[in-house]
């Protein structure tokens, strides 16, 4: 079931694109409605992609590369459409749409085979830090996105800049606490597999130091003004330290 489950997805998630493209060029609210329905049926796709290969492995997949990049693509898809119900995230649409369907696509190409966790992996913490990491994850993909695309958009289309200034915001404040959950429950995990809530170990250290760049974004914009451009990069900046963690 699940490479039915992974077409379907990936085949909505390419209508969404293509509507979203077209809309651009040729701009039609219903080709806008059709957009988003797409992405609802790539993201429901997805959902049962993901609800399968947990109930199938007994476990959260996060084991092996194709499982995280599959929960790290739905949780891009997620946060996207939580916002999408609350605030206006329309203008991120088409490229939203697009990195998920690479992302599924380059997935589509890896080793889907499940794999057990190791002992020191088999815990309910882990599962907690995990979910919650990516979850936070999702919302700082699109603040590095929104980031990206305000800087294109401030030379060519001042109007649409501004609010991508605040929306990219948002998804940082959206994201921070689930980064700070995810490492608290990480040191937590730690304690119960190696007896030590914090090691100084490389992936512990780059853990901390992407927690407080984003922790200094927010200070940043928050008491010390720093907003559009200037936020925009920090945020970009925080994300390739995401990406090196």
């Not at 489950?5 to 209508?15: E, G, N, P, S």
């Not at 997949?61 to 990049?69: Q, R, S």
């Not at 760049?213 to 945020?235: C, F, I, P, Q, T």
Request: charged share 10%.
């Amino acid at each position: 079931m699940q490479p039915y489950a992974m077409q379907f997805a990936l085949i909505a998630y390419l209508f969404s694109a293509g509507f979203y493209i077209f809309a651009t060029v040729f701009p039609r609210k219903h080709l806008e409605r059709n957009a988003e329905w797409s992405f609802g049926a790539g993201f429901f796709g997805h959902s049962v992609l993901v609800a399968l290969r947990w109930y199938e492995a007994g476990r959260p997949p996060f084991a092996n590369m194709y499982e995280a990049l599959v929960l790290l693509a739905w949780c891009v898809a997620l946060v996207y459409i939580i916002f999408s119900l609350f605030d206006s995230v329309k203008a991120l649409g088409k490229v939203v749409s697009v990195l998920v369907l690479l992302l599924m696509n380059y997935i589509a190409t890896l080793d889907g085979s499940i794999t057990p966790l190791m002992p020191a992996l088999q815990s309910k913490w882990i599962s907690i830090h995990v979910i919650t990491y990516f979850i936070g994850y999702g919302g700082l993909t699109l603040s590095f996105v929104t980031g990206i695309y305000y800087l294109i958009a401030r030379r060519r289309n001042p109007a649409l800049a501004r609010p991508l200034d605040g929306l990219g915001y948002r998804f940082i404040a959206f994201g921070f606490p689930f980064l700070t959950v995810g490492m608290t429950t990480g040191s937590i995990w730690a304690n119960t597999a190696w007896g030590t809530y914090w090691g100084w170990d490389p992936k512990e250290t780059c853990s901390l130091i992407t927690w407080l760049v984003y922790a200094l974004y927010l200070h940043l914009r928050m008491g010390g003004g720093w907003k559009e451009r200037r936020a925009a990069w920090l945020s970009i900046i925080g994300y390739i330290v995401v990406l090196f963690t």
